[in-house]
């Protein structure tokens, strides 16, 4: 692993807890805690939970310090507590909530400026991107719960509007190493480590499903049909009651989408988003298309062509435009687009292959069911990956609240199939005999 950096460790704690800030701006003390949902955490435990994971993994498990608040394991340690109890906990209010998070921060930062302890700089990275993760979490809790739009505090850098991007890309088979490799910087469990597997050519398309793209699946008769979906998709269907995404309407105004707390028009060329993956496996039988595989995905996205463009190269992209770091007319990242944007931005993001937009704007479905790579040893947090092996499917790629200093191209996170409150989207790839 390559060594990291105390003092930029220092700075990204610091910009999470500014974005924890703007997420739970203005929200009142009933908002904090909101209704009992099995997608969603009280915020209120929630930003007290991060903060305690920071004290748990690297001041009390790593510095041997005493816990800063005696009862913090029994409100906040999220292996020990269920789902449901977070509700009825005797939480802190706001303000000792705020003076905790401050205490830990306190104590993060000057540890992180105490000498060089490569361990110590694991965990605070590891524990700033799992803020990062929840950070990401309370932006889709506003989303689910009607909260106001939240105030990030920057505009959205001035992206056009290009419209849509149709079309596929062609790829040549090859071997493949899916997954991270050691000199690749902070990894996760589940990105360990990459193995070689061999591609079949395909074809996938330039850019994600538009919402445009989809009304024409709704229009067809796509949530009445049953043939378009599989027996627990159906099934899921028919519990969930929809006849379109989850927040679409249709009224007098035309096609509107919720965002927050305020119904717009929806935008044809935008990118769709907060669907499932039973939606998006029905969108592409309608289609006569299917989702990419987990390793299609990341070839396309970090893969290049040899010089005859007959296979793939040896060479893999940490980013789909080469190996620097994301810039804003790369990808939409980091909250500050408050949305997706049209499929067919960020043009200078394209991929080797000119796929466009596989970093940032939507998550994306992938075909593949979470499973571990080859020799897989969890990290000190066992319960990030393992437990949700074999239930859920990967996506890939980021989504518009989505941190750049988190996000790369073998990255993978997970959702169950049923999930459709998350920032997910998904691309097509093309079928072939």
Same mark, same amino acid.
């Given at each position: 692993? +390559?060594?990291?950096?105390?003092?930029?460790?220092?700075? +990204?704690?610091?910009?999470?807890?500014?974005?924890?800030?703007?997420?739970?701006?203005?929200?009142?003390? &009933?908002?904090?805690? $909101?209704?009992? /949902?099995?997608?969603?955490?009280?915020?209120?435990?929630?930003?007290?939970?991060?903060?305690?994971?920071?004290?748990?993994?690297?001041?009390?498990?790593?510095?041997?310090?005493?816990?800063?608040?005696?009862?913090?394991? $029994?409100?906040?340690?999220?292996?020990?507590?269920?789902?449901?109890? *977070?509700?009825?906990?005797?939480?802190?209010?706001? &303000?000792?909530? !705020?003076?905790?998070?401050?205490?830990?921060?306190?104590?993060?930062?000057?540890?992180?400026?105490?000498?060089?302890?490569?361990?110590?700089?694991?965990?605070? &990275?590891?524990?700033?991107?799992?803020?990062?993760?929840?950070?990401?979490?309370?932006?889709?809790?506003?989303?689910? !719960?009607?909260?106001?739009?939240?105030?990030?505090?920057?505009?959205?850098?001035?992206?056009?509007?290009?419209?849509?991007?149709?079309?596929?890309?062609?790829?040549? $088979? =090859?071997? @493949? !190493?899916?997954?991270?490799?050691?000199?690749?910087? @902070?990894? @996760?469990?589940?990105?360990?480590?990459?193995?070689?597997?061999?591609?079949?050519?395909?074809?996938?398309?330039?850019?994600?499903?538009?919402?445009?793209?989809?009304?024409? %699946?709704?229009? #067809?008769?796509?949530?009445?049909? +049953?043939?378009?979906?599989?027996?627990?998709?159906?099934?899921?269907?028919?519990?969930?009651?929809?006849?379109?995404?989850?927040?679409?309407?249709?009224?007098?105004?035309?096609?509107?989408?919720?965002? %927050?707390?305020?119904?717009?028009?929806?935008?044809?060329?935008?990118?769709?988003?907060?669907?499932?993956?039973?939606?998006?496996?029905?969108?592409?039988?309608?289609? $006569?298309? *299917? !989702?990419?595989?987990? #390793?299609?995905?990341?070839?396309?996205?970090?893969?290049?062509?040899?010089?005859? =463009?007959?296979?793939?190269?040896?060479?893999?992209?940490?980013?789909?435009?080469?190996?620097?770091?994301?810039?804003?007319? +790369?990808?939409?990242?980091?909250?500050?687009? /408050?949305?997706?944007?049209?499929?067919?931005?960020?043009?200078? =993001?394209?991929?080797?292959?000119?796929?466009?937009?596989?970093?940032?704007?939507?998550?994306?479905?992938?075909?593949?069911?979470?499973?571990?790579?080859?020799?897989?040893?969890?990290?000190?947090?066992?319960?990030?990956?393992?437990?949700?092996?074999?239930?859920?499917?990967? /996506?890939?790629?980021?989504?518009?609240?989505?941190?750049?200093?988190?996000? *790369?191209?073998?990255?993978?996170?997970?959702?169950?199939?049923?999930?459709?409150?998350?920032?997910?989207?998904?691309?097509?790839?093309?079928?072939?005999?």
């Amino acid at each position: 692993m +390559q060594k990291l950096n105390p003092n930029s460790i220092a700075n +990204q704690l610091q910009d999470a807890h500014q974005r924890t800030m703007a997420l739970i701006h203005g929200l009142s003390d &009933q908002q904090l805690i $909101g209704p009992l /949902l099995a997608t969603v955490n009280p915020l209120l435990w929630e930003i007290g939970h991060a903060a305690y994971f920071y004290e748990y993994w690297v001041l009390r498990q790593h510095m041997k310090m005493p816990p800063i608040r005696e009862d913090a394991d $029994g409100l906040y340690d999220s292996i020990t507590i269920a789902h449901d109890d *977070r509700w009825t906990l005797p939480l802190p209010e706001l &303000q000792q909530t !705020l003076a905790y998070i401050r205490a830990v921060e306190e104590e993060i930062k000057a540890c992180l400026a105490d000498g060089d302890d490569p361990q110590r700089d694991y965990l605070a &990275q590891y524990a700033v991107f799992h803020h990062d993760m929840h950070n990401e979490a309370y932006t889709y809790t506003r989303q689910i !719960l009607q909260y106001p739009e939240p105030q990030i505090g920057k505009a959205a850098h001035g992206i056009s509007s290009p419209g849509g991007l149709d079309g596929d890309v062609s790829i040549p $088979g =090859g071997s @493949f !190493l899916l997954g991270a490799k050691e000199h690749d910087g @902070f990894v @996760f469990d589940n990105e360990k480590w990459a193995y070689a597997v061999e591609i079949e050519p395909f074809r996938i398309a330039r850019a994600a499903v538009s919402n445009g793209d989809y009304l024409k %699946f709704v229009k #067809a008769g796509g949530y009445t049909k +049953q043939e378009y979906w599989d027996n627990d998709g159906w099934q899921w269907l028919k519990r969930a009651g929809l006849e379109h995404p989850v927040y679409w309407r249709h009224d007098a105004d035309g096609w509107m989408i919720r965002k %927050f707390d305020q119904w717009q028009p929806l935008s044809m060329h935008a990118a769709l988003i907060h669907v499932s993956w039973y939606e998006a496996q029905a969108y592409c039988r309608w289609a $006569g298309r *299917r !989702l990419p595989t987990e #390793a299609e995905w990341e070839v396309a996205a970090a893969a290049e062509p040899t010089a005859d =463009g007959r296979l793939l190269a040896a060479t893999k992209r940490h980013f789909p435009w080469g190996n620097e770091a994301p810039r804003p007319d +790369q990808a939409n990242l980091d909250g500050y687009a /408050l949305g997706t944007v049209d499929v067919g931005a960020h043009a200078a =993001g394209d991929s080797a292959f000119g796929c466009r937009q596989m970093i940032g704007n939507v998550w994306e479905w992938t075909q593949d069911t979470f499973a571990p790579y080859p020799g897989f040893v969890p990290d000190m947090y066992q319960d990030y990956s393992q437990p949700l092996f074999g239930i859920t499917k990967v /996506l890939r790629g980021g989504a518009w609240p989505t941190r750049a200093r988190m996000i *790369r191209n073998t990255w993978r996170t997970y959702y169950g199939r049923e999930r459709n409150d998350v920032f997910a989207g998904f691309r097509t790839c093309a079928i072939t005999s």
